[in-house]
């Protein structure tokens, strides 16, 4: 049965402490470079907190756990040269437990962590034959009769339900489509529906009388499950890589608030030849913080002309013209929209290998200069930077969660407030001339001298070029690659710090 609304239920949190999203995705083969980059795109756009991927092709798949950020995982390999499922997770925020595992589905577990709550999760990877498939479906029969908690279940079915689910080619067996129809049923599980492009698979066959489209992804779930995510959304996403569209379940969506990024210098700039130009009009004066103003003011809106925004282009242009032109009422039998497609999908691959450096610049080690072409391990260290420094939800005081993202910012500022003041009156510090007995002479005429332009040059050069930000955005390579423009400014404010 297909669900014709949302329900309420009353007893549902207002808010998530973590955001958890799901995402399945049947890729047609995993061992790949091709989908290596496009994986690790949908991971950093969406977040999963669950991946499945179906028709791995891999018989071991454990490279998945060392390439991307995700701890564990369940695997059925593959058969010859097709099938192979995965589940991959992330343990800090849900545990996945209890499993069984087959073929063509695998049966979990998943307790949430920050909500307490657990459901069976089935992954699904229908076999195109008859006998399996239906062995498939008495399996899941089997489970219903068993299990009466909350259910979520999805993947690639390998049959449509309706005409309506499909575009080109023969008409659907009616047979397989009612047997399938038969276990939803049974079983009492809803369609949760979807946003996006309705057909999830193609053969993408560009001549119009070729063109078979279908959707064969879909996810399920019991009404206990849907009584507790009334606004639970599935999205289909945009194919990129694989012919099946990957499926993205959002538990509690649009729940995120996104703060505006802080200026930072990305390096990839310094290799442009007009960037030194920018430097020299911007150091004109001998005054820093006016000059990082001045800096700043000309770089941003030259970055975004030169460079253009990497990611708005890709994630908010590429992809949007994707959806309008699947969802074009002309999609079908425009040999001019789909050739405009695979032309967008070409561009979208490589605005992603552009990131390549990119990610290299982020990663913030010291041997990034060395000529280390692994893309993937900066790109991983970067991530687990992130990861590590990211603060999603608290606790305060009193044990209640605080998860919007301004009550954090309030809740913080509110803390570190609190703590470092304080009512009591300091006494004044003994001064500091009183305390010359305790210093030798040649000491207290070298913290009397004034700093020197080498000390001060020494000093900045000793800091790693790629490390840790400075407050105005800029890392230390910044100034050591431009002492010759900037170097008397620098000096200037430091001497003038320590007067």
């Known amino acids: 049965m297909r669900d014709n609304g949302s329900m309420h239920n009353p007893n549902l949190p207002n808010m998530m402490p973590h955001p958890i999203n799901f995402i399945i995705w049947n890729i047609r083969g995993g061992n790949n470079d091709a989908f290596s980059v496009n994986f690790r795109e949908m991971i950093d756009t969406h977040k999963p907190s669950v991946v499945t991927l179906l028709e791995t092709r891999m018989e071991n798949h454990v490279s998945l756990l060392n390439d991307f950020p995700f701890i564990q995982m369940i695997e059925v390999p593959t ?102 129809w038969s276990t939803v049923n049974h079983c009492n599980l809803f369609d949760l529906g979807f946003k996006g492009y309705k057909y999830t698979r193609s053969n993408h066959r560009r001549k119009s009388n070729k063109l078979i489209m279908e959707r064969l992804d879909i996810i399920f779930a019991n009404d206990n499950w849907m009584s507790l995510f009334p606004k639970a959304m599935v999205v289909h996403l945009p194919k990129t890589h694989s012919d099946h569209s990957p499926l993205l379940l959002q538990l509690f969506p649009n729940n995120i608030f996104h703060n505006g990024k802080p200026f930072r210098l990305e390096s990839i700039c310094c290799r442009h030849p007009d960037f030194v130009n920018i430097v020299r009009t911007s150091w004109q004066t001998n005054d820093l913080p006016k000059a990082q103003q001045i800096f700043k003011e000309k770089i941003i809106p030259w970055k975004n002309d030169t460079f253009g925004d990497i990611f708005k282009k890709k994630k908010k242009i590429l992809l949007a013209r994707l959806d309008g032109i699947k969802n074009s009422p002309k999609y079908h039998t425009s040999s001019f929209l789909m050739n405009l497609e695979t032309t967008l999908q070409h561009e979208y691959n490589a605005l992603l290998k552009m990131e390549e450096d990119f990610w290299k610049l982020r990663s913030r080690i010291s041997w990034c ?105 800029i890392h230390p390579f910044f100034y050591q690659r431009y002492w010759n423009i900037m170097g008397d400014s620098v000096i200037k404010f430091c001497q003038d710090a320590f007067e």
């Open 369 to 473: 200069n060395e000529g280390d072409a692994n893309t993937r391990f900066f790109h991983s260290m970067d991530t687990n930077r992130k990861r590590i420094n990211s603060i999603m939800y608290f606790k305060d005081e009193e044990g209640n969660w605080i998860t919007d993202a301004k009550s954090i910012l309030e809740h913080t500022f509110n803390y570190f407030n609190n703590s470092y003041k304080t009512s009591k009156t300091i006494s004044k510090m003994a001064s500091f001339k009183n305390q010359k007995d305790s210093f030798k002479t040649n000491n207290l005429i070298t913290l009397d001298n004034p700093m020197t332009k080498e000390e001060i040059r020494k000093a900045i050069f000793s800091f790693k070029p790629f490390k840790a930000l400075c407050p105005d955005g």
């Open 79 to 180: 058969e010859g040269q097709s099938g192979g499922m995965v589940i991959l997770w992330k343990s800090d925020v849900v545990i996945v437990k209890d499993f069984v595992r087959r073929n063509q589905e695998i049966h979990a577990n998943i307790d949430v962590r920050p909500l307490n709550i657990s459901w069976l999760f089935s992954s699904i990877y229908a076999s195109t034959k008859v006998a399996n498939k239906n062995n498939l479906w008495s399996n899941i029969e089997g489970i219903y009769k068993h299990y009466k908690g909350l259910w979520l279940l999805g993947g690639d079915f390998n049959d449509t339900f309706c005409m309506d689910d499909k575009f080109g080619g023969r008409i659907i067996n009616s047979r397989h489509s009612s047997r399938l």
